[in-house]
């Protein structure tokens, strides 16, 4: 495995590479049979120890489970899938569907960094299954999980720039003004928030719906995203997603949690 990012299956630490892993990650279906290495596989799972402190969450990593992809495996919605992510959280916690948004990007984005492909699973599982696989307390349920591994197109072998190029023709084709309304000075917005809204743009969706749409007043600098539809479970998780990718592309600053929630800046960051 080569040291140089542009030719290795991992992302040079001396860049900035969660946004690295943003412009290249994409949605991964069909996984050769290469298992994750034990090194890698204990770095994954001290990243997660980690996660879960800041979080509150339970999100566990399995592999070798094919039995949870048999039925999504065997129709070809996905080939070879065994591996996954799952987050757990506490059934009377309402912020528990947006926060494992939010923390299973970050280990989504983490895996992309070492060279493994994901897909988001909301419905394409046996969560009675995976159940058996996880520690669940009566108290919790199982939210939403993700697929990991290496791609069978091996993927992680192209540069950086090939990746992104590759990531970006599988993307949806929204735009800066499908997700955003701005109030006041639509030329007055800053840099740092167009930064934010580019990352989103290449967020993935729980379920390929998108909700999430954010106002922007350009007069107070006070920004809010909101689902935009129905506020089903699932939505809430693409709510988690979209902030941690604003909060990213952004380069910093803090959300609050809940729906229509505020953005707040810290100002020796601009």
Same mark, same amino acid.
């Given at each position: #495995?080569?040291? @140089? ?62 039995? =949870?992809?048999?039925?999504? @495996? ?19 916690? +309402? ?14 984005? =983490? %895996? ?11 419905? *394409? ?5 995976? %159940? ?18 290496? *791609? %069978? ?18 993307? +949806?084709?929204? =735009? ?9 000075? +639509? ?7 167009? *930064? ?6 290449? %967020? ?10 954010? =106002? ?17 479970? #699932? ?36």
């Amino acid at each position: #495995m080569s040291d @140089n990012a542009e030719s290795s299956n991992t992302i040079s630490p001396h860049r900035n590479t969660l946004l690295d892993a943003i412009a290249v990650r994409t949605s991964v279906r069909t996984y050769s049979d290469e298992e994750i290495p034990l090194e890698l596989d204990r770095q994954l799972r001290s990243t997660i120890n980690a996660v879960n402190t800041l979080s509150g969450l339970s999100i566990q990593f399995v592999t070798d489970d094919p039995a =949870t992809f048999a039925e999504a @495996n065997a129709s070809g919605h996905f080939t070879n899938a065994r591996n996954y992510f799952a987050a757990v959280g506490a059934k009377d916690d +309402p912020e528990a569907q947006e926060r494992a948004g939010f923390y299973l990007e970050r280990l989504v984005l =983490t %895996a992309t960094m070492r060279g493994l492909s994901t897909v988001w699973v909301g419905g *394409s599982w046996d969560k009675e299954s995976a %159940a058996k696989h996880l520690r669940i307390r009566s108290s919790e349920e199982l939210i939403v999980g993700a697929v990991v591994g290496y *791609s %069978a197109d091996h993927v992680e072998d192209l540069t950086l720039s090939e990746r992104a190029a590759a990531a970006a023709g599988h993307r +949806p084709s929204l =735009t800066y003004g499908d997700l955003v309304t701005v109030s006041g000075d +639509p030329n007055a917005v800053p840099d740092w928030f167009r *930064s934010g809204i580019d990352a989103v743009i290449k %967020a993935p969706s729980a379920r390929n719906g998108q909700p999430v749409r954010f =106002t922007f007043d350009t007069l107070t600098n006070r920004l809010r995203a909101h689902i935009e539809g129905e506020h089903t479970p #699932m939505a809430f998780v693409d709510l988690g997603i979209a902030k941690l990718h604003f909060q990213l592309g952004a380069g910093g600053g803090t959300w609050a949690w809940g729906d229509d929630a505020r953005y707040a800046r810290d100002e020796s960051i601009d």
